[in-house]
């Protein structure tokens, strides 16, 4: 069980678009169905950056808080009734830093047993860290909504991305035929994934369309833009078959161009099983797909070289803003 006398070091943040405090806190003791880890990447995400500057109300996280949704670590201690991990397994998971559960900007947390899976082999504590998030998000929308199938035309929104960059792999690895919409610089950073590339700010969507599909549209069109590219994708989709995902559907937006092709739509939520305590069990489970891809060569995440640490987190945000990061911003913690 947890050892409460034990103290640890956790980025604490106190107020919207403030810094983060590190201090010393009470170690977390673990719990039934728990797991403690050993915290040695934080990954970041741009929801850690809404959340820090008070633009992410859907999070519900309540300051003080300690964020952080993405860790890799190594199991410290198990709680009665987990039988999956056991003390010094290396683990990844999507496990707080929203709602009311501590995230992974401390040298330990306390998480669901549930949320977690064992970590690739053949990943870095960073990569691992990376990865839980955009790979859920991806996972969800392809396979769980779209029903992904070997075969299909698949159009991903923003290949270069994060969710878009997890997307493309996934259905490489499902067998599909793979499109993707970047910026004319983004072309070298997702070449090798093998996805046909569209400059979306040289064509327009219905010479993309026409080229591509003969005019017919795409099976599955992903969007994780948001925006007028959601917009966008209703028009890209195929009739009566098609199927439009979205994991940034939250705009004002006209279905009658989805209407007249008789598609369908469906959004994605990842923080829901976070939020609700509903669910959580299939985070661990996409997450096990995540290892098998990886493990089988199927799968990489594109990692920023930077290094920051706790202290330096602000920066870290900072770099994500701008969008100056060359892949996803990782927090060395140990």
């Known amino acids: 069980m947890g050892n409460n006398n034990k103290l640890m070091k956790a980025a604490i943040l106190e107020a919207h678009e403030s810094s983060f405090k590190?201090?010393?806190?009470?170690?977390?003791?673990?719990?039934?169905?728990?797991?403690?880890?050993?915290?040695?990447?934080?990954?970041?995400?741009?929801?850690?950056?809404?959340?820090?500057?008070?633009?992410?109300?859907?999070?519900?996280?309540?300051?003080?808080?300690?964020?952080?949704?993405?860790?890799?670590?190594?199991?410290?201690?198990?709680?009665?009734?987990?039988?999956?991990?056991?003390?010094?397994?290396?683990v990844f998971g999507m496990t707080g830093g929203i709602g009311n559960v501590p995230g992974s900007l401390a040298e330990y947390a306390v998480v669901d047993a549930d949320l977690?899976?064992?970590?690739?082999?053949?990943?870095?504590?960073?990569?691992?860290?990376?990865?839980?998030?955009?790979?859920?998000?991806?996972?969800?929308?392809?396979?769980?909504?779209?029903?992904?199938?070997?075969?299909?035309?698949?159009?991903?929104?923003?290949?270069?991305?994060?969710?878009?960059?997890?997307?493309?792999?996934?259905?490489?690895?499902?067998?599909?035929?793979?499109?993707?919409t970047i910026a004319a610089e983004q072309e070298k950073t997702i070449a090798h994934f093998g996805a046909t590339t569209i400059n979306y700010e040289t064509l327009a969507v219905e010479q993309y369309v026409e080229a591509l599909t003969g005019g017919e549209g795409f099976d599955i069109v992903y969007d994780t833009v948001g925006g007028t590219t959601l917009d966008n994708s209703f028009h890209a989709v195929?009739?009566?078959?098609?199927?439009?995902?979205?994991?940034?559907?939250?705009?004002?937006?006209?279905?009658?161009?989805?209407?007249?092709?008789?598609?369908?739509?469906?959004?994605?939520?990842?923080l829901l099983p976070l939020l609700t305590g509903i669910g959580r069990a299939h985070h661990g489970e996409i997450l096990r797909e995540a290892t098998k891809l990886a493990e089988e060569g199927k799968l990489k995440v594109l990692v920023d070289p930077r290094n920051f640490t706790m202290e330096e987190i602000e920066e870290a945000h900072g770099v994500l803003k701008n969008g100056k990061n060359l892949g996803k911003i990782v927090i060395d913690i140990d």
């Open 22 to 90: 590190v201090s010393e806190l009470e170690r977390p003791s673990v719990g039934d169905s728990q797991v403690l880890v050993r915290i040695k990447a934080s990954g970041t995400n741009p929801l850690d950056v809404k959340i820090s500057s008070g633009n992410a109300p859907h999070a519900k996280v309540k300051l003080p808080a300690i964020l952080g949704i993405d860790l890799a670590g190594i199991v410290e201690s198990v709680g009665h009734g987990v039988s999956n991990f056991k003390v010094g397994d290396e």
């Open 116 to 180: 977690i899976a064992r970590k690739p082999t053949n990943f870095t504590m960073k990569e691992a860290a990376a990865t839980p998030l955009v790979f859920i998000t991806a996972w969800e929308g392809l396979v769980d909504r779209a029903k992904i199938k070997p075969g299909q035309k698949v159009l991903i929104h923003g290949g270069a991305g994060g969710v878009g960059h997890m997307a493309v792999q996934i259905a490489m690895a499902f067998g599909a035929e793979v499109f993707t």
């Open 238 to 270: 195929k009739k009566y078959t098609g199927h439009v995902v979205s994991c940034l559907g939250w705009g004002t937006h006209k279905l009658a161009p989805l209407s007249f092709r008789a598609a369908t739509y469906s959004g994605v939520f990842t």
